[in-house]
């Protein structure tokens, strides 16, 4: 803690000079982010994602199947909120404030999907990417793009926004 | 006992004697009674007999007076009829003499008194003719009288003649039944004198049995007791020499008295100096008590303020306690402000990628501003540890403070209950000084009374030579017991009852 404060401010000087790694060379990198859903952590493609935020004002629905929590009012508009834990069929936990929404978007289809934690975006090189493994329930490993050397599951967010049963759900 | 058992014998002794005496008084009134009734009967006999003789020469009198009228009636001689009426005259007064008699003796018979009455009555008519036949005789009427007497006085004295006979018949009878009587009564009065005087006999042969028997058990009784007398003395001599041989024992154990009051006087002083001390240590430990009841008091004050302080630490620790909580609450929304700048950075992470080429020195800006937000938040993170460890060092105080608090209170009971301890110590001490004062005055009368026992044991010394030279007179008397008691045995060997 008792750092000089002169070096530390000089060693972020620094980082923030520093030239991102010129890792993309083909485009076979692509930007994620990374989230929760406890207890194995997760990413999705950024180029689907509108935002993060926290969950709040949620407003559950009858009538809907269990993967649909509820509704929230982004800034005047409503989207609905997705459980994937259900979706998969993976043990769950109560909600909370603590829980975080990641706003997905693709065409005319956007929702919203439940979060443990979202811890940051990283890039990721595809040629890393490995196969999901079998064990995987059949229904989740269609939205399984792949699983990075760091165990991270990468979703396959167009398979997702797509999917008919998600669709069928929104009629 | 012994004196019972005498009396009862006098007493036998006394009413065998009055029994005697009494048979032998009866014996002489009874005879006397007899005497007197047999006299009775023999008067009674004799008037009855005299009573019979009266009434014989009556009817003589009479029948001679008859035949003297009869000769007058028949003589013609003057002389011999002068000398029939003398002879007459005189014979009437023998017959009144004899009436008199017989009316004396018949007095008392009822029946016979009757009886005569009405002779008396025949012979006063048959008297009265007689003096008219006399007269007619002088007259010389001598048919005349002859006549009247062969039928007026003839029949008259027939009938008196017969009448006389009745009576003298029943007199027999009386005389008959009173010499019965008397011979009865005699045979009685033998008869119960006989039976009498052989009662009389037996008694007096039991009561000399029994007052044979009596002395010869009074001489054998008294034989024992000679014997016991001769014992008794030889054990009254032994015991004697015993008491004599005590009293010097006794001068001696006097003696020893003596030496032991004056030990018993010299430990009474020696008490006395003692509770002399033992009372100026009890005023000191009064004092002492005193002194430790206000320390007690002072300590109780003390403990009431550490109590006060106790109790502003406690104040002051929930104070700090409280203040911590908020520290926590805006270390939180410290937290939360952090969580939400990470996701603004990640969401501009996000629209800068989509901005392409032009965005990636946003991305630079949303990674550092990420970083920023973590940092802060794990500073909160330590925050919230370090308010932690107050937080439990603070409940610590608090469990400090109570246990102080607590500490305290005890310490406030134990000071009371040394306060009560010290006020019970100075009741025992001053409770110490009064029996000390009444050991005092005790071993003081103590001394007094020894003081009076020296003359006491001086007096019993003095007793014992008196009881010596008593002992000395005792032994000579039982000496002259003994010699008693031979004497008595030799009397009674004389007298072998």
Known sequence: MARDPRELLQKRAHMIARRPAETEGASNTIMVVEFLLSPEWYAIDTSFVTEVLPLGNLTSLP????????????????????????????????????????????????????????????????????????????????????????????????????????????? | MKSSIRTSSRLKLIIGFVLILLSIISIQVINFIGIERIKKSQTLLVSSFQTSQSLLSLRNEENRIRALTLEMIITRDQEERDAHIMEIRQRIGLVDEAIVTIQKHLADDREASDKFGEIMNLLKTFRSNREKQLILINQGKTDQ??????????????????????????????????????????????????????????????????????????????????????????????????????????????????????????????????????????RKASEAAENGKESVQ????????????????????????????????????????????????????????????????????????????EQSKQATNQVKEILTEIQKAVNMAVMATEQGSKAVDQGNKLSRQSGEMIDILAESVNDAVQSVIQISTASQQQMAGMDQIVPAMENIKQASEQNVVGTRQTQNAAQTLNELGQNLKKIILKYNV
Do not use: C
């Open chain 2, 298 to 373: 002072q300590t109780i004050e003390g403990m009431d303020r550490i109590n006060q302080q106790m109790n502003l630490i406690a104040e002051s620790v929930v104070k700090l306690s409280e203040q911590n909580r908020s520290i926590g609450e805006i270390t939180a929304s410290v937290n939360d402000i952090a969580d939400q700048s990470n996701l603004l950075a990640v969401n501009a992470a996000i629209e800068a990628a989509k901005a392409g080429e032009q965005g990636r020195g946003f991305a630079v800006v949303a990674q550092e501003i990420r970083s920023l937000a």
């Open chain 2, 145 to 282: 009288a002859l006549d009247f007497a062969l039928t007026v006085q003839n029949p008259f004295y027939e009938s008196i003649q017969s009448k006389m006979s009745v009576l003298e018949q029943i007199l027999s009878e009386q005389n008959e039944t009173i010499r019965g009587q008397n011979e009865a009564l005699t045979t009685r009065i033998v008869t119960f004198l006989g039976i009498l005087g052989s009662i009389i006999i037996l008694i007096s042969l039991a009561f000399i049995i029994w007052t044979f028997r009596l002395l010869h058990n009074l001489s054998l009784e008294i034989k024992t007791g000679v014997n016991i007398l001769g014992t008794s003395a030889a054990e009254i001599l032994t015991t004697v020499n015993e008491v004599s041989t005590g009293a010097t024992e006794t001068a001696t154990a006097v003696s020893e008295t003596t030496t032991t009051i004056e030990e018993i006087r010299q430990t009474a002083l020696l008490a006395t100096q003692r509770a002399q001390a033992v009372l100026e240590s009890s």
């Open chain 1, 63 to 171: 009538g809907t199947p269990p993967f649909v929590v509820g509704i929230m009012n982004l800034r005047g508009k409503i989207i609905s909120i997705l459980n994937l834990k259900s979706f998969f069929n993976l043990p769950q936990k109560g909600l909370s404030a603590q829980n975080r929404v990641i706003v997905l978007k693709h065409q005319a289809m956007e929702f919203g999907i439940v979060t443990d934690d979202i811890s940051s975006t990283r890039t990721i090189k595809l040629e890393t990417l490995s196969k999901p493994p079998t064990s995987l329930h059949d229904t989740g490993s269609a939205y399984i793009q792949g699983v990075t050397n760091k165990g991270l599951i990468l979703l396959n967010a167009e398979a997702l926004l797509t999917s008919n049963a998600i669709i069928i759900n929104q009629k």
